[in-house]
């Protein structure tokens, strides 16, 4: 029963995080993410845009770690037991013979954990080489692959982050409606897919529509009655208005896939209750 709800066909996220390409310098440090609009990409073309990097010797890399707290570790006990001994022959010294006996005897184990320590680090030295190569290698693979699906997705990703303030709250806004609704509908149900694919497209439209400048705002705010004055406040007014109007049309379009996964929502809820509901029926006649 999980392997069949698992494998049930869902929609591609509408507003997914996704990597960006990094530069040549994060083989380690953690990559950001982004927030788009996917106005067109299928899951599988998302993939390898959502998916984290996963090293081949991140198993490896930890028991290395291990090594080198177990050296650090070895390393402070010993230190903390030289502080010890300091005290304790502060406060009551002993005989000349045990004190010599004490310092051969505790030279001889130093030397020797330097040893080992030395020997160990030695030999981690040309592992840590080999695992970082294996490592950069992957990551290089990885690196590729994420540029690639970039190209190949085109302006089907939109960065949200480089829409005006105002337009990218607004996508935002209707991204983060959108995604969880379309998660409750079913891709091979007609009306659903339709549904979806009208609202995608109609933040689409909302999003392609020219920005206004700076400069047609301010001579839109003008009192000059200027002929040319007057054709750029018209201009002006007119795409104010035509990104109102498809700000509207995406919202009514959200929530109409809002309306519908509400209603999948309960259709759902009321077929568990009926279930629940002659189970108790059938074992009411069972007795």
């Not at 869902?10 to 788009?36: K, M």
């Not at 005989?95 to 330097?114: G, M, S, Y």
């Not at 392609?208 to 750029?232: C, G, H, N, W, Y």
């Not at 077929?271 to 059938?282: N, P, R, V």
Request: net charge positive.
């Amino acid at each position: 029963m999980t392997d069949k709800a698992a494998s049930r066909p869902r929609f591609a996220r509408i507003w997914p995080f996704v990597h960006e390409v990094p530069n040549g310098l994060q083989t380690i440090l953690p990559v950001g993410r982004v927030s788009v609009f996917n106005r067109g990409l299928t899951t599988e073309e998302l993939k390898p845009l959502t998916e984290s990097f996963q090293t081949p010797c991140g198993k490896a890399f930890k028991v290395v770690g291990q090594v080198f707290l177990w050296v650090f570790c070895a390393q402070g006990l010993m230190w903390a037991g030289l502080l010890g001994l300091d005290l304790l022959f502060n406060l009551e010294p002993p005989r000349p013979e045990v004190q010599a006996w004490i310092t051969e005897h505790l030279t001889n184990t130093l030397n020797a954990a330097r040893a080992i320590d030395f020997m160990v680090l030695a030999a981690m030295a040309p592992v840590l080489a080999v695992l970082y190569t294996i490592h950069f290698v992957a990551w290089r693979k990885w690196r590729a692959s994420v540029a690639a699906a970039w190209e190949q997705a085109g302006n089907r990703l939109v960065h949200t982050r480089n829409l005006p303030g105002s337009r990218r709250v607004q996508v935002d806004h209707l991204g983060g409606k959108l995604d969880p609704a379309v998660r409750r509908l079913d891709p091979e149900n007609e009306e659903h897919c339709r549904l979806v694919t009208e609202a995608v497209a109609a933040i689409g439209r909302y999003i392609d529509l020219p920005i206004p400048s700076e400069e047609a705002r301010s001579v839109a705010k003008s009192k000059s009655q200027d002929p040319a004055v007057q054709k750029v406040r018209a201009e002006y007014e007119a795409a104010v208005a035509a990104e109102r109007a498809a700000l509207q049309e995406a919202e009514a379009a959200v929530l109409a896939v809002e309306t519908l996964a509400g209603e999948v929502k309960a259709a759902k809820a009321e077929q568990k209750i009926i279930g629940i509901a002659k189970t108790i029926l059938e074992g009411s006649r069972s007795r």
